[in-house]
């Protein structure tokens, strides 16, 4: 009765996971893009009126790294052991190394909140390991994780044409196209709605 139970629960943690990881990451890209303009990437210095916006997101990142970790694991204790062990490594080793990736890219653009430490080096490091590292690491866990819906009969065809699609530009763009990276919380958002609404499994 509890293991019935237990996977009841699953998709509807998952679910509420995902679009909770999706507000909050995004809310963290876009208020980083507010103090950094587009096209300016890493050379701009942060104007001190904006600060706000840098601070606000280095608040956010943390609970949307939580939030991500719940979405991942709660996706793998639904699958269980139905997934492919070669895919499921693939999984989960992309989620961790993209979640590390995010919260020291977050600890260095923290750097640009203190006085006298906004350097171009500080700035150019936080900005390469998100937009260079982190996305291509989340664009692999989108890939892998739309295998294994799709595998598993979780994810309709559509839901995981979207997910290759969006490990496709997170893959390829990188940093060359400013904002390219709300497609990734797009993505969470859209799967997070699916299995809320319709369930897994």
Same mark, same amino acid.
């Given at each position: 009765?509890?293991?019935?139970?237990?996977?009841?629960?699953?998709?509807?943690?998952? *679910?509420?996971? !995902?679009?909770?990881?999706?507000?909050?990451?995004?809310?963290?890209?876009?208020?980083?893009?507010?103090?950094?303009?587009? @096209?300016? @990437?890493?050379?701009?210095?942060?104007?001190? *009126?904006?600060?706000?916006?840098?601070?606000? +997101?280095?608040?956010?990142?943390?609970?949307?790294?939580?939030?991500?970790?719940?979405?991942?694991?709660?996706?793998?204790?639904?699958?269980?052991?139905?997934?492919?062990?070669?895919?499921?490594?693939?999984?989960? *080793?992309?989620?961790?190394?993209?979640?590390?990736?995010?919260?020291?890219?977050?600890?260095?653009?923290?750097?640009?909140?203190?006085?006298?430490?906004?350097?171009?080096?500080?700035?150019?490091?936080?900005?390469?390991?998100?937009?260079?590292?982190?996305?291509?690491? +989340?664009?692999?866990?989108?890939?892998?994780?739309?295998?294994?819906?799709?595998?598993?009969?979780?994810?309709?065809?559509? #839901? +995981?044409?979207?997910?290759?699609?969006?490990?496709?530009?997170?893959?390829?763009? !990188?940093?060359?196209?400013?904002?390219?990276? #709300?497609?990734?919380?797009?993505?969470?958002?859209?799967? @997070?709605?699916?299995?809320?609404?319709? *369930?897994? @499994?």
């Amino acid at each position: 009765m509890e293991s019935s139970s237990a996977r009841l629960r699953t998709p509807r943690a998952a *679910g509420t996971a !995902g679009i909770a990881f999706a507000l909050l990451l995004g809310a963290a890209i876009v208020l980083m893009r507010i103090a950094i303009p587009a @096209g300016d @990437g890493a050379d701009a210095a942060v104007a001190p *009126g904006n600060r706000w916006a840098v601070s606000t +997101a280095l608040q956010i990142v943390p609970f949307a790294g939580i939030f991500f970790l719940w979405f991942m694991g709660a996706l793998r204790a639904h699958a269980g052991e139905a997934e492919d062990r070669f895919v499921s490594t693939v999984f989960l *080793g992309s989620g961790f190394v993209f979640v590390a990736t995010l919260f020291i890219a977050a600890g260095a653009a923290g750097t640009v909140l203190q006085e006298g430490s906004d350097t171009v080096f500080g700035r150019h490091y936080a900005y390469t390991l998100l937009t260079t590292y982190a996305m291509r690491m +989340a664009a692999v866990f989108v890939f892998a994780t739309s295998t294994i819906g799709r595998r598993l009969g979780i994810f309709p065809r559509p #839901l +995981a044409l979207l997910g290759y699609v969006t490990g496709l530009v997170l893959l390829v763009v !990188g940093s060359g196209v400013p904002w390219s990276e #709300l497609v990734l919380p797009a993505w969470a958002l859209v799967v @997070g709605l699916y299995i809320a609404r319709v *369930g897994i @499994g």
